[in-house]
């Protein structure tokens, strides 16, 4: 498995911007798909993005097509969340997720190593 850390959640008004970065330990990070998820208090986890090993394709969750963009740095072990036109609605914890799934997917259960998740809070 590989090792997952989060970042660069924060507080932000609605209509602003932030960047989610994951870092990943090992040297096995591009043989992964990557996703992001996110949980709302009260509310199950829910898919966000996914892009594949290559970045060659990525996937979203409707209500965020157009807004957001995953991307992914093999070199530097890392993949990214850019996150604009927020709304309070994307208030959540946001965690990052790798799966050994060829194909992309937005179940949980394809995804067998988790981060420790980041805030995302967007005031209105």
């Known amino acids: 498995q590989v090792q997952l850390v989060e970042s660069g959640g924060g507080l932000v008004q609605a209509g602003g911007s932030l960047r989610l970065s994951c870092a990943a330990s090992?040297?096995?990070?591009?043989?992964?798909?990557m996703g992001w998820f996110r949980q709302a208090p009260g509310k199950e986890r829910e898919f966000v993005a996914a892009?594949?090993?290559?970045?060659?394709?990525?996937r979203y969750f409707d209500s965020v097509k157009g807004r957001f963009t995953i991307s992914r740095d093999n070199a530097k072990n890392t993949v990214y969340l850019q996150m604009n036109s927020l709304r309070p609605e994307d208030t959540a914890v946001y965690y990052c997720?790798?799966?050994?799934?060829?194909?992309?997917?937005?179940?949980?259960?394809?995804?067998?190593?988790w981060g420790q998740g980041t805030q995302v809070t967007v005031s209105s």
């Open positions: 997720a790798a799966s050994e799934r060829v194909r992309l997917t937005p179940l949980r259960g394809e995804y067998s190593s």
């Open positions: 090992g040297r096995t990070f591009s043989t992964y798909a």
């Open positions: 892009i594949t090993r290559s970045s060659a394709i990525t």
